[in-house]
């Protein structure tokens, strides 16, 4: 079976004081909710220190973006060696990053490969704009986006996916839940196409896009749907705990 997750994504959020207090406010809680992964993603500056603050628990950490280049001369870059001293998960090809940083498909698979290479297990965000939503084409971006990240099994074998419409994201307007497992139902089987069944029942995806307390649960009942990635309702503490919880008494 697979394990669900529901993974905070903080986005450009927190100084690193208010990171180790956010961290702080739920450590111990947090640590005691079992069936379920529970991973945290910081901004690049708070990951070292949080790295201590969670050490011992069973609370997971992760990056929201990562450079394809092992090192050398790209001033500002993270590279994947340095996250793979600090954290298991990395969040790659967000649609925010797609869309104000320029990240094609092939920078994206470039990412997602350099991830693997060193053991980081990649969280590979995709998703429709609302105009494509609106005009049907939402299984065609999909499948684009899948399509442009590689055609090897253990890529798929190795990650974790995001199913974030665009339009749901920060919006307060969330897909549905039916509307998300069948989007998701569809990615599933569009892996099982390309990769066998297997790769595809094994691997989780999960929903993201205006996920918060009140409505986790229409989401994490669904059968296609392995947890969320939560942007804005994982910077309240007792939110994210409330979503955590809900997904592990499923
Ligand atoms: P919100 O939960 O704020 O809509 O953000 C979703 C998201 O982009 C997570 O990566």
Request: aromatic fraction near 6%.
């Amino acid at each position: 079976m697979r394990i669900p997750m529901i993974a905070g994504n903080w986005k450009m959020n927190t100084t690193v004081s208010e990171a180790i207090e956010l961290v702080n406010e739920m450590r111990q809680e947090l640590d005691q909710i079992d069936n379920v992964d529970k991973v945290i993603c910081p901004p690049f500056v708070s990951l070292a220190a949080i790295k201590e603050v969670i050490e011992g628990s069973s609370i997971k950490l992760g990056a929201q973006n990562i450079y394809f280049e092992e090192k050398g001369a790209y001033t500002g870059e993270i590279s994947p060696l340095m996250l793979a001293d600090l954290c298991e998960f990395v969040i790659i090809g967000h649609s925010e990053r797609r869309q104000h940083f320029n990240e094609t498909g092939e920078i994206v698979d470039k990412k997602v490969k350099a991830a693997l290479k060193v053991g980081l297990k990649p969280i590979l965000c995709i998703g429709e704009r609302l105009e494509e939503n609106e005009a049907g084409r939402t299984e065609e971006v999909l499948t684009e986006q899948l399509n442009s990240s590689s055609d090897r099994i253990y890529y798929f074998s190795g990650l974790v996916l995001a199913y974030e419409p665009i339009w749901a994201i920060g919006t307060g307007r969330a897909a549905t839940g039916e509307q998300a497992n069948e989007t998701i139902g569809f990615i599933r089987q569009y892996i099982s196409q390309q990769h066998g069944e297997k790769v595809a029942h094994n691997v989780r995806i999960l929903y993201g896009g205006s996920v918060t307390a009140d409505n986790i649960a229409e989401f994490i009942n669904q059968p296609e749907i392995d947890g969320a990635l939560v942007g804005g309702a994982s910077l309240k503490a007792s939110e994210f705990l409330s979503i955590v919880k809900q997904t592990s008494e499923i």
